[in-house]
């Protein structure tokens, strides 16, 4: 597992619907791995192996994080904002940001008084981030209204093989999936494997859209992250018990093949990877969604990264864990054929 690949990921902003800064660098470390590579102009990029091949599997993982985007300029020289998927306005109080443009990074700080942190109400447009400017004349000349904004923080490691960052959601599932193709290679897999790193799901979808239409893929696994329940205040009657550690997760839910999920179990267990469960009965909230429903249907899994404190600065997962994701798909796309079936009345023949 290249790890410095995960960390340069991580430092890399890429708010939804800015994402090509971190597709460029994903380029880079994958040149010479894949076969192929396709791109689209929303900004998705997939990696190829076995192209030619006539079964093929998409991997997808986002690479698109939640923030911020600016939105006016106050004359004297402030910055307004909104949202740019599900943020905790709460969370940006007070905290040091980064404003990404074509000039490069800015950075700022989000204004904080006693009255903005008792309001229990608080809204994106009650956020303003102060850059140092005195009007906005200055501003203008430093920043442009929709450039996009993330909290300054990057990763650390923690104790037992544990790793905290911003955008853990999800960085961890687009490096998955570039690596997963990567182990598969060396695997000798068959199959074509269609490593896509996709856009814009935390605001639109958009990316599993485009990506899928244009693969039109026989079997489409998603990779993201999922809830931890294994800290305080967290209930696992919600959705299953899940702890970081533990290994992935799959999804047992509405949109899943049952049968992949046999597979996959089947998987882990010759290869002495743990796995966890979990439970949706509708929509999941990750590209899945999109997918399953793209082209006449598509046949779908979900794989998650289990993870704490979804949505904050300081997301929290096991590099255990993203290992074993790993290894888990890249065994399983390997045992593939091009004769395989997810028919669930296949029995019955």
Known sequence: MRNEMLYEMLRTGSVSGDEIRIQKLVRKWMAGI???????NTGNLTH???PEAKFKVQLIGHIDEIGLCITHITDSGMLKVTRAGGIRNSMYLGHKVRIYNEKGIVYGSVLSNSSLLKNNDLQDSDLTIDIGATNK????????LGDSVTIDEDYRLLL??????RALDDRTGAFIVLEALRRAKELGCKVGV???TSVGEETTGRG??????RINPDLSIAVDVTYATDYEGTNPATSGDVRIGGGPVLCNSSLSSRLVNKSLRKIAKDHDINVQTEAFVGRTGTDADTIHQSNLGVTTALVSLPLRYMH??????SLKDLEDCIELL???VCSLDEEASFDPYRDEE
């Open 34 to 40: 894949g076969d192929k590579v396709i791109s689209d």
């Open 160 to 165: 037992n093989d544990r790793i905290t960052a």
């Open 48 to 50: 190829i192996i076995n």
């Open 194 to 196: 269609y490593a896509t």
């Open 330 to 332: 890249a065994h399983y």
């Open 312 to 317: 904050s600065h300081s997301e929290v997962g």
């Open 208 to 213: 599993a859209y485009w990506s899928s239409s």
């Open 137 to 144: 004349e200055e501003a203008l000349a430093a920043v442009s």
